[in-house]
Nanobody, 115 residues
Framework: QVQVVESGGGLVEPGGSVRLSCTVS????????MSWFRQAPGLERELVAA???????HYAGSVEGRFTISRDITKNTVALQMNSVAPDGTAVYYC?????????WGKGIQVTVSS
């Protein structure tokens, strides 16, 4: 069983920045894909950003250029740096570890964008 735990988040003003971190209980260098999702109230969960085992990244169009996903293999952590956040960024953010046929989700962490 792989444990995935998110940290960071909280309240951030529109236009501000916040950094989320995801800690994984196994070596992330062996995990096919690490990703961040978010779910706003009343909406479906959506992919925000992903980083593949080889280092390739992918972003949702709505966040490209403002959010950055990165990883620290030595610490088994994946970060999501969120800049120029907008009010529609208010959501619960989830980290997911995807292996060949299994997904491991964190419990999620709240980010609220408000002045």
């Amino acid at each position: 069983q792989v444990q995935v735990v998110e940290s960071g988040g909280g309240l951030v003003e529109p236009g501000g920045s916040v950094r989320l971190s995801c800690t994984v209980s196994k070596s992330i260098s062996s995990i096919y894909q690490m990703s961040w999702f978010r779910q706003a109230p009343g909406l479906e969960r959506e992919l925000v950003a992903a980083i593949f085992r080889g280092g390739t990244t992918h972003y949702a169009g709505s966040v490209e250029g403002r959010f950055t996903i990165s990883r620290d293999i030595t610490k088994n952590t994946v970060a999501l740096q969120m800049n120029s956040v907008a009010p529609d960024g208010t959501a619960v953010y989830y980290c997911k570890a995807h292996e060949v046929d299994l997904d491991y989700w964190g419990k999620g962490i709240q980010v609220t964008v408000s002045s």
